[in-house]
């Protein structure tokens, strides 16, 4: 079952191939994210923590948008757009 760590580990992954690529965004949805780590979709998913790691790296001081989500605020169609360079990239 995938960690809050392993969210957030492939959220900086994306982040900095998306960086390399010159792109001064990222939009991520949640059902992506949770699909490249593993378990999504399946009974045992882990949505909510993939949702919360998303939303602790939205940070206002970089102009970080959410763009869309879901009535509870958690799930599949949770969609934050991320503004890029982003600095150092802790585990890379």
């Known amino acids: 079952m995938p960690s809050a760590d392993d969210f957030t580990n492939e959220l900086f992954r994306m982040m900095h191939e998306a960086e390399r690529a010159g792109q001064d965004s990222l939009e991520v949805e949640a059902g992506e994210l949770h699909r490249r780590v593993g ?5 045992d998913h882990r949505m909510p923590l993939c949702c919360e790691a998303m939303r602790a790296q939205v940070h206002k001081g970089y102009g970080d948008t959410l763009v869309s989500a ?15 360079p982003r600095g150092e990239f802790v585990g890379l």
Not at 39 to 43: A, C, E, H, I, S
Not at 70 to 84: C, D, K, N
């Open 39 to 43: 378990g999504y979709p399946g009974r």
């Open 70 to 84: 879901p009535p509870s605020g958690y799930g599949a169609s949770l969609r934050i757009r991320y503004r890029l």
